[in-house]
């Protein structure tokens, strides 16, 4: 009770002495008044200077108008408050402003020994930054057309010793705040929205070893978030936290590389998440970054030549990460790339789409490349003594930087190929595309694990797998291709040739490698087995199966490049096809397939330049079979047409090499249509530089009756029957052919008579008699040689000229094939030479007749024509000497009396005639006449005139003997009696075999004999 009225005294009294007239004498009246002016200040003063400055300064340095609506100051809270600024500029257009900036001063201070506020808060804050085609800012701008002289800043070397101002915020809180960028920089005007921002810093401290908690989250848009937490602390400087950004809009963001990159990003969503620690500690910066994950999703680039894409992605993400700066490692878990859709597409020009941008943007580096060259040197020159420290504490640091990535990989994937340049577009997929490529990382020598698995269009799943080495090179790898449809070539396959590849599947299983040389060489090798199965095209052309075959199997196979080297075990095919026909117009099939464009014409028509002779590459094969196959023939320009085919074809060529002394051997059968047959066995060495050839091929039983088309065309006649057989013994050693070729023809007859232009005007049927044997086969030897280095010879063309050659020999001189037949004489065969008026045979024309007949009875569709022939005058002479020889023996007169020749002479003349032939005896002009003509000896003329006379009147008496025809006739008729006596009743000929013509007497004898000349026809 008693304090209480002391106290409420004092109090009394002291107001009391504030209104005294000495009150300035009292300690309240000062009190009070220094509380008032504080106040004034606080409430009144501070408020108006603050807006007052504020407004100024703004003016001042940027030129803008700056309005505050409330600025509220405590003096005695420490709270500050403002509210409702705005800074707009010279267009009115508000740059920066807030709803309310708050802020807390605490007396905790003076116990904290550090500038303490409790709370820092700034609602709806607003920022509006413009970024001019220069890539200077609004802001730039405006402080540089305000500002007149800039202030000398001399720099100073970091000292992170000296002392940081004790600072304690309890709490930093930023709210709906909103940042809007606009940049005019890129062709079209870019402007970012963040918005809205809010920010939370807890327990803010620059004590050192103090953490402050923070949290700041960003809207940067529909979706895209920045949620940003963590402790912070300014002694040391230090920071650890967690990111998250989500749903970043990436290709906002595209416009400013869009110049240095012709695509455009249509869509792409980002994300980041991460830990990380970093702190600033003796000038050296640490840096951790832990569990950081990197996605981006729906990733779409177009470019104007595609503007519906050509590159999607469905994800990648990256990740987790680790990088630490000190220990200058990154490490990244994974890369993955998850449905990328890459879709290829190459014009009717042949361009690729996607790579032409790039054309054009190398076109533009060029024409700005002199300018930038000068412009990086200059700045070279200016940079190096300001970063002369910079280089050589990078210097100092020679820690190496070391990176990996476990594991990178392409998953669920797909590249579609469009190809526009061949008349019919090509479509390829490569779906379901997964590779995984493991343990990259800085070290360039490091074995890296890999595997490719895909399908090609429809077919099954394709692997490979391996290793590589960057450097030096080296990629081993395990390929296996299954089922690949072979008709996705078909479009290429139209452009070169008119064939329809209709089916065919490849299937690969291999090693395949590739190897860098010391020298930089890229070697390569491979090793495995091809199958190509199910395979068949056709002619589209003739609409026909050309090539085909059910199994085609290749291996094992070897390739080495390095130097090339080919070996190959087994190439099997089974049920193999081939066609071959003529058209209508007498070209071949295959002539027809190719395509030729202009192009390849000109190349055709350029002339061929002979390089210098290549070695021969080594190549081995073990063995190529053949199992079941067959081969078509036809031959449409035939009337009829002509086919036929050689079926069920098996057999093998063994030991197939480039070198010089290996053979391989060949044996190969048949069957030609139903009951022929063929045979190939031999040996060859076709890829050795010297070629060698020793084949035996036979042909048996080949029904001719189907190759009439043929014989009427050429020959002229219809083959009725026949089987042919064909022996061909090929041999090539050092580019020399030596070959036989000999044909048999069983039975063979021809038929009907065919009109044809093209037939030979030769005696055909005559030929084939000649050859035809009693058991009507014809066997026929065809022996050819020749230098294959002769670009005149050719085998198919000497071949048939020794044929025909052989055939028009027969046709025209047939004793001279019929000779060749039995080794004979032609001129002892082909008549018999008797002597002036005699019938008679010698031994030696018996012999020859023996031998002609033997060839008449061998080959029975031969007939020979004999013909006699008589010297009329010759032999008319010999007849009449034999015929007065008898005379005078009958007479009893002898031939050496004169006296008596002369009584004869002038009995079948006369008298007169006898003087004149003895004046003419001894006339010598007539004996220089006779002997100038060779009428009389030399005997005669050197004679007495006795014995000329004597020989002249018995040459007379002669020529005065009658003689008619029917005596030339009948020593016609003994002498063709006589040979058919001597070749049918001697040596059997049959008669139906030897007919005689009519004789002639108009023969003329050389050295006293007279040829009877034979002929030979067929029946």
């Not at 100073?156 to 309890?170: F, G, Q, R, T, Y």
């Not at 950004?245 to 991460?274: D, R």
């Not at 089922?483 to 078909?490: C, E, F, G, K």
Request: net charge negative; with cysteine.
């Amino acid at each position: 009770m008693n304090i209480s009225c002391k106290i409420k005294g004092f109090i009394v009294q002291h107001i009391k002495n504030l209104f005294s007239r000495h009150c300035y004498r009292h300690i309240p009246f000062w009190l009070l008044l220094l509380i008032s002016l504080y106040s004034a200040v606080g409430f009144l003063l501070a408020p108006y200077l603050i807006k007052k400055t504020l407004v100024e300064q703004v003016e001042a340095n940027l030129g803008w108008q700056a309005n505050v609506e409330k600025v509220q100051v405590n003096p005695y809270t420490f709270t500050l408050n403002i509210e409702q600024l705005s800074i707009v500029d010279e267009n009115k257009n508000e740059v920066i402003g807030f709803s309310r900036l708050y802020t807390d001063f605490t007396l905790r201070s003076a116990f904290e020994f550090a500038f303490t506020f409790e709370k820092i808060e700034l609602v709806d804050p607003r920022f509006e930054l413009t970024i001019n085609k220069d890539g200077s800012t609004n802001i730039q701008q405006a402080l540089a057309a305000h500002v007149t002289t800039a202030p000398e800043i001399k720099p100073e070397e970091d000292n992170l010793d000296s002392a940081i101002v004790p600072l304690l915020i309890d709490n930093i809180i930023v709210e709906n705040g909103g940042i809007s960028v606009t940049n005019h920089q890129p062709a079209t005007a870019i402007v970012h929205e963040v918005k809205p921002i809010t920010f939370n810093l807890q327990n803010f401290s620059t004590r050192p070893d103090e953490d402050g908690e923070y949290k700041l989250d960003i809207a940067l848009g529909t979706g895209q978030t920045l949620h940003w937490k963590g402790l912070i602390s300014l002694n040391p400087v230090r920071s650890s936290g967690s990111l998250n950004v989500s749903g970043i809009k990436v290709h906002k963001f595209w416009p400013y590389i869009e110049s240095s990159v012709p695509y455009h990003l249509a869509h792409g969503l980002a994300s980041v998440t991460g830990k990380y620690e970093m702190s600033l500690l003796d000038k050296q910066l640490a840096l951790k970054v832990e569990e950081a994950v990197l996605d981006v999703e729906k990733i779409k680039f177009t470019s104007e030549s595609l503007p519906d894409g050509f590159i999607d992605i469905q994800h990648i993400n990256i990740g987790p990460s680790h990088f630490d700066l000190q220990a200058k490692t990154l490490s990244i878990k994974q890369l993955l790339v998850d449905q990328l859709t890459l879709n290829v597409l190459r014009d009717k020009q042949g361009q690729l789409t996607m790579l032409s941008p790039l054309k054009e943007l190398d076109k533009s580096k060029e024409a700005t490349s002199s300018q930038a060259k000068a412009s990086d040197t200059d700045k070279l020159i200016a940079s190096t003594p300001i970063n002369a420290k910079k280089v050589t504490a990078e210097k100092s640091n020679n820690v190496p930087f070391t990176w990996s990535i476990d594991k990178v990989a392409l998953t669920n994937s797909q590249v579609n190929w469009l190809d526009k340049q061949p008349k019919q577009a090509s479509t390829i997929s490569i779906k379901k595309l997964n590779v995984e490529l493991h343990k990259l990382n800085q070290d360039l020598a490091t074995t890296l694990p890999f595997s490719i698995d895909y399908l090609i269009n429809e077919s099954k799943k394709n692997q490979v797998k391996g290793d590589l080495v960057i450097k030096p090179f080296t990629f081993n790898s395990h390929l296996i291709l299954d089922d690949v449809d072979l008709t996705m070539a078909q479009p290429y396959i139209s452009e070169l040739a008119k064939v329809k590849l209709e089916k065919g599947l490849l299937s690969v299983n291999a090693d395949f490698k590739l190897k860098e040389q010391k020298n930089g060489e890229i070697t390569s090798e491979f090793a495995g087995g091809i199958n190509i199965n199910n395979f068949n095209t056709r002619d589209t052309v003739l609409n026909k199966r050309l090539v085909g075959w059910q199994d085609l199997s290749i291996k094992p196979l070897k390739i080495n490049t390095s130097p090339l080297a080919i070996d190959i075990d087994k190439i099997a095919f089974s049920k193999a096809y081939f066609r071959v026909v003529v058209g209508e117009d007498r070209s071949l099939n295959l002539s027809k397939l190719s395509v030729q464009d202009k192009q390849s014409k000109e190349k055709k028509s350029a002339p061929k330049q002979h390089d210098k002779k290549e070695p021969v590459v080594p190549i081995r094969i073990g063995e190529v079979s053949l199992k079941e196959s067959s081969a078509f023939f036809a031959d449409l320009s035939l009337r009829p047409q002509f086919s036929t085919g050689v079926e069920h074809i098996n057999g093998k060529v063994s030991g197939l090499s480039s070198k010089q002394t290996q053979r391989a051997n060949i044996d190969i059968k048949g069957k030609v249509e139903d009951d022929g047959s063929m045979l190939i066995k031999g040996q060859v060495n076709p890829f050795s530089g010297n070629l060698y050839t020793d084949v035996n091929v036979k042909f048996n039983k080949i029904d001719l009756t189907t190759w009439s088309p043929y014989s009427g065309r050429f020959m002229g006649y219809q083959i009725d029957k026949g089987k042919l057989s064909l022996g061909l013994d090929y041999k090539i050693d050092k580019h020399t052919l030596k070959a036989d070729n000999r044909v048999i023809l069983d039975q063979f007859e021809l038929g009907h008579t065919v009109k044809s232009k093209e037939a030979v005007n030769l005696p055909i049927k005559l030929a084939l008699a000649l050859f035809k044997d009693k058991d009507g086969v014809i066997d026929i030897d065809l022996p050819i040689s020749g230098n294959l280095d002769d670009p005149d010879f050719k085998i198919s063309g000497v071949l048939m000229k020794t044929f025909s050659n052989l055939i028009t020999k027969a046709a025209i001189s047939p004793f001279s094939a019929v000779a060749g037949l039995v080794d004979g004489d032609v001129g002892k065969l082909n008549s018999v030479a008797f002597s002036l008026g005699n019938s008679e045979l010698d031994d030696l024309q018996k012999e020859n007749l023996k031998t002609l007949a033997d060839i008449l009875k061998e080959r029975p569709n031969l007939v020979l024509e004999v013909r006699a022939i008589v010297d009329q005058e010759a032999e008319g002479y010999v007849l009449k000497e034999q015929q007065l020889k008898q005379f005078l023996t009958e007479s009893d007169i002898d031939i050496q009396d004169v006296d008596e020749l002369e009584n004869l002479y002038i009995q079948r003349k006369s008298s007169q005639a006898l003087e004149n032939l003895q004046q003419e005896s001894n006339n010598s002009v007539v004996i220089e006449q006779q002997k100038s003509e060779d009428k009389w000896s030399e005997e005669k003329v050197e004679a007495t005139e006795e014995e000329r006379y004597q020989e002249v009147l018995y040459h007379a008496v002669v020529d005065s003997e009658s003689l008619s025809s029917i005596e030339l006739s009948t020593l016609a008729k003994q002498r063709i009696r006589v040979i058919k006596r001597e070749l049918i009743n001697t040596n059997k000929v049959p008669n139906a075999q030897v007919f005689v013509l009519n004789p002639l007497l108009t023969g003329k004898a050389e050295q006293e004999k007279v040829q009877s000349k034979f002929t030979l026809n067929s029946k």
